[in-house]
């Protein structure tokens, strides 16, 4: 095992280099633990915002790729959607009707949204780590939101029962 002297905060440390694979090993895990990007062709398909025969789509969208703010696991009537991140959206499909959207842990963030057959409808979702996490949802215009996907954001796939969440998909 060897050792390295680094300086943090102006205070020469020793360290020891042996964990340095495994905390690579676990940083890089970590990456694969979130929800899954879209392929480049199921991306730029969710960016026509075609709607579902007898469905409604709703696409939840985070504009804000430069903030700091961290993963909000993303929930639809009790259904996991995904993790959701700075710069990226989701397309949901659901039946038509309420659907609640909300957040875990102790953010309150929650909006209702309803929704009929053949519908598009659009979400944008700001994440904020102020003291507390705090996520806001408005609905947004469809030529506003459409411009903001494209602009700004990455589809992420919704996650589905049976897949795993974590290590590698």
Not at 17 to 30: D, E, K, S, V
Not at 143 to 161: D, F, K, S, Y
Request: charged content about 20%.
């Amino acid at each position: 095992m060897g050792f390295v002297s680094i300086i943090v905060a102006g205070a020469k440390q020793r360290v020891c280099t042996g964990g340095r694979y495994a905390l690579l090993l676990l940083l890089l895990c970590a990456g694969c633990a979130s929800t899954p990007e879209a392929s480049r062709e199921s991306d730029e398909e969710a960016k026509r915002f075609e709607p579902v025969t007898r469905d409604a789509v709703i696409y939840v969208y985070r504009p804000d790729r430069w903030t700091t703010s961290a993963a909000t696991t993303l929930w639809a009537d009790g259904r996991l959607i995904g993790e959701s991140l700075p710069g990226s959206f989701f397309r949901v499909i659901v039946f038509p009707g309420r659907t609640l959207f909300h957040v875990s842990g102790p953010d309150p963030g929650r909006i209702e949204v309803t929704t009929e057959g053949n519908d598009v409808t659009y979400v944008e979702m700001q994440a904020s780590n102020r003291d507390s996490p705090h996520t806001t949802f408005r609905l947004m215009p469809a030529e506003t939101a459409q411009a903001a996907i494209r602009a700004c954001c990455t589809r992420l796939e919704v996650w589905r029962p049976g897949q795993r969440r974590w290590l590698l998909w």
